[in-house]
């Protein structure tokens, strides 16, 4: 928690296979273990697909014993109630971007950047995963490009809003702010 007692919001963002979620979720428990409450993490990939769920495995996997209690929500986060003194690992933004722009059930970008102003205002801290999909030097379709356009906005509005913004490069946080 901030030191005048309100929520603190921290953004993670790395490329695939960075080390980002592992970072994340070393913060996570630090953070729960010294302001105390639950920790949560909560998963916004949609089940469905092998490889979607080859993920989820692996996710559980990783954080198996490290005392996170898991809630899966693909969509509106606004909807979603937390215990008011959780630790929140939301992993994670791409997911949730996606899920929120072409799902039908889906509320557009807004509901993204709303929907963890809510959780941030109903918790102690929250740790958002980002990515990094920007460097690639590829030309996309329209849907794509508007697709990382708003994951990008999306990134900056909450790194500018952020108590920390790191960046995992091969497992080194490299910190922002």
Do not use: W
Not at 21 to 26: F, N, R, T, V
Not at 59 to 68: L, M, N, Q, S, T
Not at 115 to 127: A, D, Q, T
């Amino acid at each position: 928690m901030c030191g005048d007692g309100s929520t603190m919001l921290i953004l993670v963002t790395g490329g695939a296979g960075s080390g980002k979620s592992a970072y994340a979720e070393e913060l996570a428990a630090e953070l729960a273990e010294k302001d105390g409450g639950p920790l949560v993490y909560l998963a916004t990939m949609l089940r469905g697909s092998g490889e979607a769920e080859a993920r989820i495995a692996k996710h559980r996997k990783d954080r198996a014993g490290k005392g996170f209690r898991t809630i899966e929500r693909a969509l509106d986060l606004g909807g979603l109630t937390v215990p008011v003194d959780a630790t929140v690992l939301l992993e994670d933004l791409g997911n949730l971007l996606g899920n929120e722009m072409f799902f039908p059930e889906g509320n557009g970008p807004k509901a993204v950047l709303d929907g963890i102003r809510h959780v941030k205002e109903h918790s102690r801290n929250i740790i958002t995963v980002g990515n990094e999909v920007f460097s690639d030097g590829q030309v996309y379709g329209k849907t794509t490009e508007e697709y990382r356009r708003e994951l990008a906005m999306i990134q900056r509005t909450l790194a500018e809003q952020a108590d920390r913004a790191v960046e995992v490069i091969c497992g080194c946080p490299n910190i922002l702010k």
